[in-house]
């Protein structure tokens, strides 16, 4: 999305050309509360109805709960959804990530994954788990590979090895109070023409009551959630906010048509400082 053009940008194209929907859907903690699991199931499938059809979840995520909870709001319509699910690091051996997948696969009552990402950079040697990743593409069951929480360092490793191009996305932590990316993994990305996701892109409510926000907020008519979303979705970046409930579903959405101004951007850059030098990836 471009503030300057007025234009809101709906999708993004991986390197294999497919797109998908730049704004989607987060999992985790969902399908931990049997009380509130109609709810979430309801908001993950209004989201699919609004055109939010990635999701993303993680075979970590209530240790499977959630691709089991995805599997039910997915239910009859699994070709809408471009489904993100992650394979821990202790289980990135080679073999142990084939039967990762499989299990994955088991919960989410698919035979395929459309993104399947190594969750954080672990002891495993990557050239070990692209074999694997390799493997799963081409017996179809995972369409698409890539990782998360990788440094600008992991990247550079990772482009480096055989097959370390095919990276299909980095899935890292970006929101307004966590901009470390954009001092060098962001714009790398971007030459690369690597896509990046952002996870927690309203750092799980906590920015939320941020004078700067609601002021912001206010001039939209809009909620300080929706204007940290909008504020990511204009970096060009996917984003996956997670909501266990449909009206924030709506409201999510919603942010997806608000375009900031120049003075919104301005100010927001003042309440939330961009880096000024090299920092560590943070990660949740
Ligand atoms: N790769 C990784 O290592 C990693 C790490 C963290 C997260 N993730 C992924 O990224 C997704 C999103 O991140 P996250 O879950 O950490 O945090 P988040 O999306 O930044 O925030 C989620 C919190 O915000 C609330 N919320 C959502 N929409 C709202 C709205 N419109 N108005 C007010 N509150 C709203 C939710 O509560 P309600 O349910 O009450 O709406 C929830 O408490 C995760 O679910 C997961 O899929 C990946």
Redesign the pocket.
């Known amino acids: 999305m471009s503030a300057a053009s007025g234009t809101v940008r709906r999708s993004i194209r991986l390197p294999s050309g497919q797109t998908v929907p730049v704004l989607g ?6 399908g931990e509360d049997l009380q509130r699991r109609a709810d ?1 199931v309801a ?1 993950l499938r209004l989201g699919l109805d609004l055109g939010m059809t990635l999701i ?3 075979e970590m ?1 209530g240790g499977g709960v ?1 691709e089991e909870l995805v599997a039910e709001a997915i239910e009859g319509r699994r070709d809408e959804v471009f489904l ?1 699910t ?1 394979v821990l690091p202790q289980h990135a051996s080679a073999r142990v990530t084939i039967a990762a997948c499989e299990g994955s696969l088991r919960r989410l009552k698919t035979d395929r994954i459309d993104l399947y ?1 190594l ?2 950079r672990g002891n495993t040697p990557l050239e070990e788990t692209l074999l694997a990743f390799e493997s799963l593409v081409g017996e179809g069951k995972i369409r698409y590979w890539g990782v ?2 990788f440094t600008m360092k992991d990247m550079e490793e990772l482009v480096s090895i055989a097959g370390g191009t095919t990276v299909a996305a980095n ?3 970006y ?1 307004l109070t966590r901009r470390g990316i954009e001092w060098d993994l962001l714009p790398w990305c971007k030459r690369q023409d690597i896509p990046v ?9 906590r920015l ?1 009551s941020h004078p700067a926000l609601r002021r912001i907020a206010d001039r939209h008519q809009a ?4 204007i ?2 909008a504020w990511v979705l204009r970096a060009g970046v996917i ?7 449909p ?6 959405r919603a ?1 997806w048509d608000i375009i900031l101004t120049g003075q919104d951007v301005a100010e927001l850059d003042r309440a939330f400082p961009p880096p000024k030098a090299k920092r560590p990836l943070e ?2």
């Open positions: 859907q987060g999992t985790w903690n969902l979430e908001a993303d979840t993680a995520y959630a993100v992650k990402l969750h954080w998360s929480n899935q890292v932590l929101n996701m952002a996870y927690s892109p309203i750092e799980q409510g939320l909620t300080p959630a929706q940290a979303l984003a996956i906010p997670r909501t266990g409930k009206s924030h579903v709506r409201d999510n942010a990660m949740l």
